[in-house]
């Protein structure tokens, strides 16, 4: 089935370690995205991918970084883990950055998520 | 700054209708979109309105008056599996989606 894949599923991680939570998708959409889910907030963007080889710095970005080597992979890294980034995060893929395609929809697509505990 | 409302949580019972309503406050607007969450799992698209009015998909049907800033996404017939959260995001002036909390939908027998 074509889609979002993302590992880990959850992981617990000591504060101060680093992680890299990894985003592949297989529909060869342009765009990419990470969110992060906490109870109570909206999905807040993290950071974004409008196509290949190029990245950007959504709502919260500080603590995070991104790289977009490829179409498919889209990998998260926190350098250096705190408790405040204990959250859900989602990774999403949609077929046109930003602006909508000629159905007039940039649907995203989202990964099942992967629950990070930061102690 | 930039906002999105929703109820925070909403019940209904099996077989009846409900309204989920979101207003928004946005730098710009090039459309609206509705998802559904289930618990636990990701969210998936439902309904994108970009012009007033209504648009209907099956039970589901999402209405959207621009120069009042409010949708809204009406459930019929509902079923025990309409249980979820119910999502609200708007596309802002720089094609940015900015995200409403969520509305909780519980469904009683």
């Known amino acids: 089935t074509a889609g979002i894949t993302q590992a880990p599923t959850s992981q617990i991680l000591a504060a101060g370690r680093s992680m890299t939570l990894r985003c592949t998708q297989d529909?060869?959409?342009?765009?990419m995205y990470w969110y992060r889910q906490d109870l109570g907030l909206g999905l807040r963007l993290i950071h974004y991918?409008?196509?290949?080889?190029?990245?950007g710095k959504g709502e919260v970005p500080d603590g995070y970084s991104v790289s977009r080597a490829n179409t498919d992979d889209f990998p998260l890294t926190l350098a250096s883990a705190v408790p405040s980034q204990t959250s859900v995060y989602f990774c999403?893929?949609?077929?046109?950055?930003?602006?909508?395609?000629?159905?007039?929809?940039?649907?995203?697509?989202f990964g099942a998520g992967s629950r990070l505990t930061v102690l | 700054g930039q906002n999105i409302d929703q109820p925070t949580e909403m019940t209904a019972t099996e077989g009846a209708i409900v309204q989920i309503n979101c207003t928004y406050q946005?730098?710009?607007?090039?459309?609206l979109f509705w998802y559904q969450q289930h618990a636990g799992e990701a969210p998936t698209f439902l309904s994108y309105?970009?012009l007033d009015g209504l648009e209907e998909k099956g039970r589901f049907s999402s209405f959207l008056s621009r120069s009042k800033g409010y949708s809204y996404l009406l459930l019929k017939e509902l079923q025990m599996k309409d249980s979820a959260s119910y999502l609200c995001?708007?596309?802002?002036?720089?094609?940015?989606?900015?995200w409403g909390a969520g509305t909780k939908l519980i469904i009683k027998p």
């Open positions: 999403a893929s949609s077929d046109s950055p930003g602006g909508t395609d000629g159905s007039g929809a940039n649907v995203l697509t």
């Open positions: 529909m060869r959409h342009n765009a």
């Open positions: 991918s409008n196509t290949a080889g190029t990245t």
């Open positions: 946005t730098s710009g607007f090039n459309g």
């Open positions: 309105n970009v």
């Open positions: 995001a708007v596309l802002d002036s720089n094609y940015q989606l900015i």
